[in-house]
């Protein structure tokens, strides 16, 4: 089971925030991330240093080889610096989240305003929440496929198989004439 430091904040977005009173607060990914969709083999910022940015504004991208992570601001902010290391280093990102893979330093327009972030306890329960709906999710399609399988190889259902035989023993007659 994944556990999470109560020293940071979380987003549901699976972004950890680290806040030190009056510094800026340091942003990353957390290790659900890379659980999910695998090592990073790009990032790749979308900001810019000093760029004033709106919750929900894109920051970065974390690119896997299945899959395309978008990194959004959390909170309103200014962007004071990137890791430009993980750029470099991407793997740095799954190897390390919680310090050399950190992402994004930023600003807090409001450092009040930061009371929408979970708190381990509650990020964790909702990694759980979302873990479950995944595996829920998972099991209706492999009911769907099981579904597929029951039709044979020409989209028909096998229990059509008096039908099949029949068309067969037609085309069988008109192939003798």
Do not use: C
């Amino acid at each position: 089971m994944l556990r999470f430091s109560d020293d940071f904040l979380y987003s549901k977005d699976h972004l950890w925030i680290f806040h030190e009173e009056d510094n800026p607060v340091l942003i990353g990914v957390t290790e659900v991330v890379t659980t999910l969709s695998g090592e990073p083999d790009e990032v790749e910022f979308l900001a810019v240093e000093g760029e004033k940015v709106k919750i929900g504004h894109p920051l970065a991208r974390i690119l896997t080889e299945e899959d395309e992570w978008e990194v959004l601001a959390p909170f309103n902010g200014t962007i004071v610096s990137f890791n430009l290391e993980v750029a470099d280093h991407p793997e740095s990102v799954a190897d390390d989240p919680y310090d050399e893979g950190w992402l994004i330093r930023m600003q807090p327009a409001n450092p009040s305003n930061l009371g929408h972030l979970l708190n381990a306890n509650d990020y964790e329960d909702h990694v759980v929440d979302q873990l479950a709906e995944m595996e829920d999710d998972l099991l209706d399609d492999e009911d769907e496929f099981e579904e597929d399988e029951a039709l044979d190889g020409t989209g028909h259902y096998d229990d059509d198989e008096e039908e099949d035989e029949e068309e067969n023993e037609e085309e069988d007659e008109e192939e003798d004439y």
